[in-house]
């Protein structure tokens, strides 16, 4: 049995007794979904698909959540939370994702309660596990299941799963916190997470589907798939017009290009 028939008698043996999904919209919980969804037609079951409208997340993700779980026929809510009502957080401490994942999966456990559904489950997958991900304690003190890393399937695999299954993001690059832009222990602000969102639209539309902008103190760090670093210096006049139109005094690009977990690389864990 290859793991994607791994993954549908899994996700299967869950829909019988009622599941909601975390979903985001990304390629991993995508991929829960249409096969929760299309196992819920053979048990007569709804799938629930919950996304969190949160202040650390892109904006783009509660629109196409929105237009994806309709494509699959989910029943798709939508839970508002504001994580800077928790001071702790605003501080972006080593652990905030542990606090950050820990409040939204409380919020999603008591929504799977009070809709009589016993399982709730996320899109961690394989290649998860292999990094600096401390929010996947909370997921495991919460009791949430995460079918793709306990087959060990990998972000690739996943990809090549969803575009056998004709999942419409199945390209849809990874769109992680918005903390994630800044150093541990720089305080977070609303406005400041703005116009870094900001300036990562308007550098994608220009043509650049992966895109980072890190900041440190005064210097704005631009990360983009290494292959297009020629590509983003041709456009170079309209993204400075654009970045030092909302505020960044240095911008540079980083030679190395993007690679997820970039701010991670000094931490010292085992």
């Known amino acids: 049995m290859n793991k994607l028939e791994l993954l549908r008698k899994e996700i299967s043996s869950l829909v019988k007794e009622g599941v909601?999904?975390?979903f985001s919209g990304g390629v991993d919980s995508s991929l829960i979904l249409k096969i929760a969804c299309e196992e819920g037609i053979k048990e007569n079951k709804k799938i629930h698909a919950v996304t969190f409208e949160?202040?650390?997340h892109p904006v783009s993700d509660v629109s196409i959540s929105k237009r994806v779980a309709m494509e699959m026929g989910a029943v798709h809510t939508i839970i508002t939370i504001n994580e800077f009502e928790n001071e702790a957080i605003l501080k972006?401490?080593?652990d905030r994702c542990y606090q950050c994942k820990k409040s939204l999966f409380v919020n999603l456990s008591e929504f799977a309660k009070e809709n009589n559904l016993k399982y709730v489950l996320d899109g961690t997958n394989g290649d998860d596990l292999n990094t600096y991900r401390p929010g996947i304690k909370a997921?495991?003190?919460?009791?949430?299941?995460?079918?793709?890393a306990k087959f060990g399937i990998t972000k690739e695999e996943v990809r090549t799963m969803a575009k056998e299954l004709g999942i419409s993001v199945a390209s849809r690059p990874s769109a992680p916190c918005m903390a994630t832009r800044l150093p541990y222990n720089t305080e977070i602000s609303i406005e400041l997470l703005e116009r870094i969102d900001k300036g990562e639209e308007f550098i994608r539309k220009l043509g650049f589907p992966v895109v980072r902008l890190r900041l440190h103190n005064d210097i704005v760090r631009i990360e983009v798939d290494k292959e297009d670093l020629p590509k983003l210096l041709e456009s170079?006049?309209?993204i400075l017009d654009?970045?030092?139109?909302?505020?960044?005094?240095y911008i540079t690009l980083d030679l190395?290009?993007?690679?997820?977990?970039?701010?991670d690389i000094y931490l010292d864990i085992k």
């Open 20 to 22: 909601c999904i975390a």
């Open 54 to 56: 949160t202040k650390l």
């Open 92 to 94: 972006n401490p080593m």
């Open 139 to 148: 997921l495991r003190e919460l009791g949430v299941l995460s079918p793709l």
């Open 236 to 238: 170079k006049d309209k």
């Open 242 to 249: 654009y970045l030092k139109g909302l505020g960044f005094v």
């Open 256 to 263: 190395e290009g993007f690679r997820s977990g970039s701010m």
